[in-house]
Nanobody, 122 residues
């Protein structure tokens, strides 16, 4: 069982930057593809970014591609989501997920964190 814990969310102003982190409770994070999804109120869970276990393959949603960067540090069992130039459209709960493929749908991932709230004020 892999347990994921997100951190780094908060209230920021439009134009600010924020970095989210996701750590695993066991030493298996390096074996999984990792991803970030987000879910705004009254909306479906939305793919944000994913990165393969070796970090050799990454995919970022077109809507945030110029502003968000995903990375991972397998030695620290942690992945990151660097978010720049935030706007109110980025307000959502951000979830970390672990799976075996670089997929863009939630059902591609087996393990999920509890989420961290990001609120952008305009």
């Amino acid at each position: 069982q892999v347990q994921l814990v997100e951190s780094g969310g908060g209230l920021v102003r439009a134009g600010d930057s924020l970095t989210l982190s996701c750590s695993a409770s066991v030493r298996t994070l390096s074996a999984h593809t990792m991803a970030w999804f987000r879910q705004a109120q009254r909306r479906e869970r939305e793919f944000v970014a994913a990165i393969s276990w070796s970090a050799g393959s990454a995919r970022v949603a077109a809507s945030v591609k110029d502003r968000f960067t995903i990375s991972r540090d397998n030695a620290k069992e942690t992945i990151y989501l660097q978010m720049n130039k935030l706007n109110d459209g980025d307000t959502a709960v951000y979830y970390c997920a672990a799976g075996s493929v670089v997929g863009v749908t939630p059902d591609s991932y087996t393990y999920w964190g509890q989420g961290t709230q990001v609120t952008v004020s305009s």
